[in-house]
């Protein structure tokens, strides 16, 4: 009974051998005939479909890593257009600020109504400037600073002895900053520069 049972496992071996090289030389034939005929063979077509296959997950990624960045930058500067037309009202409010006279803010005996309005006047700039830092828009004054046209807008010019040619020696309107993006360039006096 033994003896049956290896015949059976050799006979089922050789079976198995003889048809792997069948297959094998078949293969073989194929890709002979395909080369012959100039079709790829079905290997190469796989390491086709492969490549491709690879190309296009890397061009998805991509496409999804640029878009991620896009999102985050629109999300970020949403507020550019909404925030540049509040930077008037912030101006009018400092303007409004500068027109009471420095003795009569703090004189709440004489002036009361002033006082109170100054005072009113003033928290409500702070608050409307506090709202816009919460959001990315930060103001920037560049005071005795050397101009820069990228982040300046040059009103005037002035010739003073012993200030370096280009230096800013007055703001007239105050610059912003959107996330670290220029929003409104300061607008500034600077001392004048010879050609």
């Given at each position: 009974m033994?003896e049956?049972?290896?015949?059976?496992?050799?006979?089922?071996?050789e079976?198995?051998?003889?048809?792997?090289?069948?297959?094998?030389?078949?293969s073989?034939?194929e890709?002979k005939?395909?080369?012959?005929?100039?079709?790829?063979?079905a290997?190469k077509?796989?390491a086709?479909?492969k490549?491709?296959?690879?190309r296009?997950?890397?061009?998805m990624?991509?496409?999804?890593?640029?878009?991620?960045?896009?999102?985050?930058k629109?999300?970020?500067f949403?507020?550019?257009?909404f925030?540049?037309?509040?930077?008037?009202?912030v101006?009018?409010l400092?303007m409004?600020?500068?027109?009471?006279?420095?003795?009569?803010?703090?004189?709440s005996?004489?002036h009361?109504?002033l006082?109170?309005l100054y005072?009113g006047?003033?928290?409500?700039q702070s608050?409307l400037?506090k709202?816009?830092?919460?959001?990315?828009v930060?103001?920037?004054?560049?005071?005795?600073?050397?101009?820069?046209?990228?982040?300046?807008?040059?009103?005037y010019?002035?010739t003073?002895?012993?200030k370096?040619?280009?230096?800013v020696?007055?703001v007239e309107k105050s610059?912003?900053?959107l996330?670290?993006?220029?929003?409104?360039?300061?607008q500034?006096?600077?001392t004048k520069i010879?050609?």
């Open positions: 033994n049956v049972k290896v015949y059976r496992v050799t006979r089922a071996l079976t198995k051998s003889t048809s792997t090289d069948q297959a094998t030389a078949a073989e034939g890709a005939k395909a080369e012959a005929t100039g079709k790829p063979s290997e077509q796989l086709e479909l490549d491709h296959y690879l296009c997950l890397a061009d990624e991509n496409l999804r890593q640029r878009t991620k960045v896009e999102v985050e629109s999300s970020k949403a507020i550019h257009k925030a540049k037309e509040l930077l008037d009202t101006d009018i400092s409004a600020l500068n027109a009471v006279p420095e003795d009569h803010r703090a004189d005996a004489n009361a109504h006082s109170n005072d006047v003033n928290m409500t608050e400037l709202t816009l830092k919460r959001h990315g930060e103001p920037f004054s560049p005071m005795d600073e050397a101009f820069d046209p990228n982040k300046h807008q040059a009103m010019q002035v003073i002895p012993g370096a040619p280009g230096t020696i007055s610059g912003y900053l996330h670290g993006r220029v929003m409104r360039p300061a500034v006096g600077i010879e050609n």
